[in-house]
């Protein structure tokens, strides 16, 4: 992501929603296909004179070879650095009223890759210029000082998002224990500085034209358009661009924990020591993904939660404690954050989210933390959508995960359904005691002047 790091967290939901039925909460759209693959999403929302393009490649860090992590993340800055027809999209995107870094930017995770603009309404055929040409004619226009000022941007990136920041050593080591070589998911999604900086140009051109295509790819628009006049243009700016072949999905397996695995991280940047406790999670959509993202707030998602009372309230000995449920394709986490109370150990906060844990998996939810977690949950995914930009991501978000994009209702209604036992069967499941990664950061003196950490 420009220019934000590329960190996964987890979401909570600090506020809950009104009531209502989740047949109320849908997404009108229209779909096509072009013949080139390309599938198109319209939906119209006439509140305001804007729209927002926004463009989903089926591409992340699950698609990188062995010895090329970060790839993914590089080669989204790489889609910035200009295209043949568009040398400088940033300065053409302001122009015409789309911020960068707010509403124009792109983002990539650990299996998709996005590219967005919000601009005036009267500005649509100028967005749709900009992709296209990102899409159809980047390799025209790249050059090795693009490839090597990009690759030193990442870097820097790397050392600012997670090595001189605190705890951001923790997310490095939580992705190289739960997903080891050969695993994608080595190193996260930024990566190390070290293959960042061997990308070549034959790799930049060779991820380019077996990704970066229209039949690997959605399009959503939404806003304040005429569909006809939409569609008009979007077949004039992507119809004629060359499909491609259909890339091969990536098929790894799960690593999975064996038993108890403890790690103390030293950390140089941190001043307070932090427990991270990190459990095999589940894929998207997966049957007991609901589950575990309810049983993920009532542990750790807001202040009235099971772990905040305990540990911050209760206790007092951590300033913050939370939870989260990372379903991701090739397998996902289940993570609890614990931040010490100055004065106060990882010791002290372990013990205290263990017995937590060990009274969940005997007595399970209240009715009323259940009722509250799905208030929080249903009221959060309904939230994403006001605005516009929300609405144009999960439409794309919901096709490339279960092929409608449509999905909202049913997804609203997959929470609706859960119940008291299926949380506490997945606190039992995703939750072993004795098969969890247990992270210990520990503030240390500052490295010598000029040291790498």
């Not at 009267?122 to 050059?143: H, N, Y």
Request: include cysteine.
């Amino acid at each position: 992501m420009r220019p934000r790091a590329v960190v996964l967290s987890w979401l909570l939901f600090l506020a809950a929603a009104p009531a209502f039925a989740a047949s109320e909460a849908s997404i009108p759209f229209q779909e096509f296909t072009l013949p080139n693959g390309l599938r198109v999403f319209l939906s119209e929302d006439h509140r305001a004179p804007q729209v927002t393009v926004n463009v989903w490649y089926h591409v992340g860090a699950a698609n990188q070879g062995s010895g090329k992590s970060g790839f993914a993340h590089l080669f989204e800055h790489m889609m910035f650095a200009g295209s043949l027809h568009v040398p400088d999209p940033d300065k053409v995107l302001s122009a015409v009223g789309a911020g960068v870094g707010g509403s124009a930017n792109g983002s990539t995770n650990f299996d998709r890759t996005d590219y967005y603009e919000t601009v005036p309404a009267s500005q649509l055929p100028v967005a749709l210029w900009i992709e296209s040409d990102r899409m159809g004619f980047l390799l025209q226009a790249l050059d090795a000082q693009k490839l090597a000022t990009q690759r030193d941007v990442v870097s820097n990136e790397r050392r600012q998002s997670y090595e001189n920041r605190p705890y951001g050593l923790a997310q490095l080591e939580l992705c190289d224990t739960l997903y080891p070589k050969p695993h994608p998911y080595f190193h996260c999604v930024i990566g190390s500085i070290e293959e960042i900086q061997a990308a070549s140009m034959d790799d930049i051109r060779g991820f380019f034209r077996e990704y970066y295509a229209p039949r690997n790819a959605t399009l959503a628009l939404v806003g304040d358009f005429d569909p006809k006049v939409a569609r008009e243009l979007v077949t004039r700016y992507f119809g004629d661009l060359p499909g491609g072949a259909e890339p091969k999905r990536p098929d790894v397996p799960q690593p999975r924990l064996q038993g108890v695995v403890e790690k103390t991280i030293p950390d140089h940047i941190a001043r307070i020591p932090q427990l991270q406790m990190v459990w095999n999670g589940v894929k998207p959509f997966a049957p007991d993904e609901a589950a575990g993202d309810l049983l993920s707030v009532i542990l750790g998602g807001s202040k009235t939660s099971r772990l905040y009372r305990r540990l911050v309230e209760e206790k007092q000995i951590a300033s913050s404690a939370g939870a989260g449920n990372a379903s991701l394709g090739l397998g996902g986490y289940f993570q609890i954050v614990a931040t010490a109370r100055e004065g106060h150990t990882v010791a002290e906060m372990r013990r205290e989210v263990e017995a937590v844990l060990a009274d969940f998996r005997r007595t399970g939810p209240t009715a009323a933390e259940l009722e509250r977690a799905k208030r929080i949950t249903v009221g959060g995914m309904v939230r994403s959508v006001e605005r516009i930009s929300g609405k144009a991501d999960q439409l794309n978000a919901y096709a490339f995960w279960t092929g409608d994009p449509g999905f909202l209702s049913k997804d609203i209604a997959r929470y609706r359904a859960v119940t008291a036992a299926q949380v506490l069967e997945a606190a039992r499941t995703l939750l072993p005691p004795d098969r969890v990664l247990v992270l210990d950061v520990e503030p240390t003196a500052p490295s010598a002047p000029g040291a790498r950490p």
